[in-house]
């Protein structure tokens, strides 16, 4: 489930929470199960940020200018193809 249908079960569930006077329906309360859903959809909500989190850091070692010289430049700009 995605953000998208972290943020559907969130609107669903506030609905059903907030808006809906039912109290229940045969066996089941509908303000109950718009909390449930909005719970749903807060914790999907919340793993989907904390898995875009980087799992280590992406820092490319930095190179002393002398070293550079010897080994050459990685990419230097040629400017605008002839």
Known sequence: MGIAG????????????????????????????????????LVA??????????RRPTLSPRVPPEEEEERGPRFRDAGPPP
């Open 45 to 54: 909500l919340g793993l989907q940020f904390v898995s875009w989190r980087p």
């Open 6 to 41: 972290s943020l559907l079960f969130i609107a669903v569930g506030a609905v059903l929470a907030f808006a809906v006077q039912i109290d229940s329906v045969g066996v089941l309360n509908i303000n109950m199960i718009g909390w449930i859903l909005l719970v749903i959809g």
